[in-house]
């Protein structure tokens, strides 16, 4: 079953607002958590790496006034897309890596975002 | 700077026929390597892992991959492909141990005909 869940799994609003996405590890304790994000056909590219307690770390390129991450429990991390633009539509993924497991991360479903 | 290329964006086998996807990276040191499946609405489920020893690689599935220094490949293979097998398959690079940061390849959409 799934170990990463993320909600909501996809989510429509209008410009200017703000959308919070939630993703959680449902058995296991993840101090770090990474968020992703894919583009039609394209690839996933590392937006920012949450850490529990701490601030975030973000990518280069990545505004983190834009993207506001938060991880405040060792099983919820939440990424908020700020005044969102339909530039901001996007496939937004978080993963999880499992400790004890080298090297392993388990992803989230994903939460689709459209921006209108 | 590392990278990675998943050279084919789609692929159309027949069912029962083998497959093989590309993955070829770029990177410093020894990679740890990873190919993952992602089928719509589930996220991405871990295939199989390189990270050292034998360079022949078994994961879940029926699905192998074979890691090659000397071309800088680590191309993910099945011999006999099932209907279900059909979805996006990404090949990954770790960054560096320990920290988990992934490079993804642009993904691989493996279409599977009856």
């Known amino acids: 079953g799934a170990v990463v869940s993320q909600h909501p799994s996809w989510v429509i609003c209008k410009s200017g607002t703000s959308v919070k996405i939630e993703c959680r590890s449902l058995?296991?304790?993840?101090?770090?958590m990474f968020w992703y994000r894919q583009f039609p056909k394209q690839s996933l590219m590392l937006m920012a790496t949450?850490?529990?307690?701490?601030?975030?770390?973000?990518e280069q390129g990545v505004e983190k006034d834009k993207f506001l991450i938060n991880h405040a429990s060792l099983t919820l991390s939440t990424l908020t897309v700020t005044s969102a633009h339909p530039e901001d539509s996007s496939f937004y993924i978080c993963s999880a890596p499992r400790p004890g497991l080298q090297e392993t991360q388990y992803f989230g479903p994903g939460t689709r975002l459209l921006v209108l | 700077a590392q990278s990675v290329t998943q050279p084919d964006i789609h692929i159309t086998v027949s069912e029962g026929a083998s497959l093989e996807l590309r993955c070829n990276y770029s990177?410093?040191?020894?990679?740890?390597l990873f190919w993952y499946v992602q089928s719509p609405g589930q996220g991405l489920q871990l295939l199989l892992k390189y990270f050292s020893g034998d360079t022949l690689v078994q994961g879940i599935k029926g699905f192998e991959a074979e890691f090659k220094r000397s071309q800088s490949s680590f191309n993910l293979r099945k011999p006999s492909v099932h209907w279900s097998d059909a979805a996006e398959y990404f090949c990954?690079?770790?960054?560096?141990?320990?920290?988990?940061?992934?490079?993804f390849g642009t993904g691989t959409r493996l279409k599977v005909l009856a």
């Open positions: 949450s850490n529990e307690g701490s601030k975030a770390t973000y």
């Open positions: 058995d296991f304790q993840a101090t770090t």
């Open positions: 990177y410093g040191a020894t990679p740890y």
């Open positions: 990954a690079v770790a960054t560096s141990r320990g920290t988990y940061k992934y490079i």
